[in-house]
């Protein structure tokens, strides 16, 4: 069921009254929060936003849930809508006030709780932000529903990469993506690109694989056009890069 949703008015975020307000029920019906402008969403129907607590198997529960419910019923939207801020943010307030206390109740317990479960910067650590993302790169990439699940669970076994992915604008396509995942899936090396890289001080506490192949890509390009090269070269980048940091000769020999 389509559902009009009325749109905040800028400042909303850094606002203790109207977290306050969100607390004790009052701002759908309070007009001074509000613009003018509305956005039509396609469903009004609930999935998790926040996958930031819990173990590895109920967080991914979670995540499977929110591509369900995201591709069924919210991917249809432009992308203007579905990738706004705003937008989000406004239906989550006005339309899923019930749903998200309950799934979250720290949210009651303070600002700081709430803005990083409700209202959250919609960037590439907003885990709405994520989850549309990853749905409509899967959606339009493939109708197999198998293959679907593949990439679905690979984004959610290798998610430090595919956030860092994201992160940079110059990758962040569908395309791109799923080459990746496909080349981390058939080298076999998800363990290697989550792990920590060791006696590397000068990189930083929480350094990881993935993280450096993904930056040492960004940083190359233009030079090497990492989004643009055929999966077979991008492979041989990801390797290359990988090696300044990790011993691949057994990666190497799997490949020949």
Same mark, same amino acid.
């Given at each position: 069921?389509?559902?009009?949703?009325?749109?905040?008015?800028? %400042?909303?975020?850094? #606002? =203790? $009254?109207?977290? /306050?307000? +969100?607390?004790?029920?009052?701002?759908?019906?309070?007009?001074? *929060?509000?613009?003018?402008?509305?956005?039509?969403?396609?469903?009004?129907?609930?999935?998790?936003?926040?996958? %930031?607590?819990?173990? #590895? =198997? $109920?967080?991914? /529960?979670? +995540?499977?849930?929110?591509?369900?419910?995201?591709?069924?019923? *919210?991917?249809?939207?432009?992308?203007?809508?579905?990738?706004?801020?705003?937008?989000?943010?406004?239906?989550?307030?006005?339309?899923?006030? =019930?749903?998200?206390? /309950?799934?979250?109740?720290?949210?009651?317990?303070?600002?700081?709780?709430?803005?990083?479960?409700?209202?959250?910067?919609?960037?590439?650590?907003?885990?709405?932000?994520?989850?549309?993302?990853?749905?409509?790169?899967? =959606?339009?990439?493939?109708?197999?529903?198998?293959?679907?699940?593949?990439?679905?669970?690979?984004?959610?076994?290798?998610?430090?990469?595919?956030?860092?992915?994201?992160?940079?604008?110059?990758?962040?396509?569908?395309?791109?993506?799923?080459?990746?995942?496909?080349?981390?899936?058939?080298?076999?090396?998800?363990?290697?690109?989550?792990?920590?890289?060791?006696?590397?001080?000068?990189?930083?506490?929480?350094?990881?694989?993935?993280?450096?192949?993904?930056?040492?890509?960004?940083?190359?390009?233009?030079?090497?056009?990492?989004?643009?090269?055929?999966?077979?070269?991008?492979?041989?980048?990801?390797?290359?890069?990988?090696?300044?940091?990790?011993?691949?000769?057994?990666?190497?020999?799997?490949?020949?």
């Amino acid at each position: 069921m389509e559902v009009k949703v009325k749109l905040l008015k800028s %400042g909303y975020e850094k #606002e =203790e $009254q109207f977290y /306050e307000d +969100f607390k004790g029920n009052r701002i759908l019906n309070n007009e001074e *929060y509000f613009t003018d402008e509305t956005v039509i969403f396609p469903s009004n129907i609930s999935f998790p936003i926040y996958m %930031g607590k819990g173990n #590895e =198997e $109920q967080r991914k /529960e979670q +995540f499977f849930e929110a591509f369900e419910v995201l591709s069924r019923h *919210y991917i249809s939207t432009d992308r203007e809508i579905h990738l706004d801020e705003k937008a989000w943010h406004s239906f989550l307030v006005t339309q899923q006030r =019930e749903y998200l206390i /309950e799934k979250y109740p720290v949210i009651l317990e303070s600002h700081k709780e709430f803005t990083n479960i409700v209202t959250k910067k919609f960037d590439w650590e907003n885990y709405i932000y994520k989850c549309v993302l990853a749905t409509e790169y899967v =959606e339009d990439a493939t109708s197999d529903e198998q293959e679907k699940i593949r990439y679905y669970n690979l984004i959610v076994d290798n998610l430090d990469m595919y956030n860092y992915i994201i992160k940079y604008e110059v990758f962040r396509n569908g395309d791109f993506l799923l080459k990746i995942l496909n080349i981390v899936d058939e080298l076999g090396i998800s363990s290697i690109m989550k792990a920590k890289i060791k006696n590397r001080p000068e990189l930083g506490k929480d350094e990881r694989y993935g993280r450096r192949v993904i930056f040492e890509l960004n940083k190359a390009y233009p030079v090497v056009m990492a989004p643009m090269l055929e999966e077979t070269e991008l492979k041989a980048a990801v390797i290359r890069e990988l090696s300044n940091y990790y011993d691949v000769t057994h990666i190497v020999e799997t490949v020949s």
